[in-house]
């Protein structure tokens, strides 16, 4: 019966959804609880590249910054992705878009309204996102 009533407690701490480090861990010293998005941008239209350095500081300007003005980091990345109408496997250079979120809320509406923004003006299929809570301090 005990090694039955120890099996049903693994199996239910199993299904037990798992809590986020920063839950578990807390933050320390001067860093704080912050909401990161990490958007991913691909950079062609069709199979070439369409999305020049000027176009993307212009979008950058025009649709990010203004949402975004306490900072943002932008990089250069190489991206895969399937195509969803050919199902063909697609490389093609892109710019990942990294911020902090003072208002979660707030926050993620803007990043809607920007890959909303980009889809519309570069003709993408997707824009990728990526939120998730971190430990954050600024030293």
Do not use: H
């Not at 003005?69 to 195509?83: K, S």
């Amino acid at each position: 019966m005990r090694k039955l009533c120890l099996i049903a407690a693994f199996a239910l701490a199993a299904c037990a959804p798992p809590r986020a480090s920063v839950e578990a861990e807390g933050c320390t010293g001067s860093a704080e609880e912050r909401v990161i998005a990490t958007m991913y941008f691909g950079r062609n239209i069709g199979g070439e590249l369409g999305v020049s350095e000027a176009a993307w500081d212009a979008f950058v300007d025009a649709e990010i910054t203004p949402r975004f003005p306490d900072g943002l980091t932008v990089a250069d990345a190489e991206g895969q992705w399937r195509d969803t109408e050919t199902g063909a496997i697609v490389r093609e250079p892109s710019k990942q878009l990294t911020v902090f979120l003072a208002d979660e809320t707030e926050g993620r509406a803007a990043l809607d309204r920007i890959a909303e923004a980009y889809k519309r003006q570069f003709q993408q299929q997707a824009v990728a996102l990526v939120v998730e809570r971190s430990c954050v301090s600024f030293e």
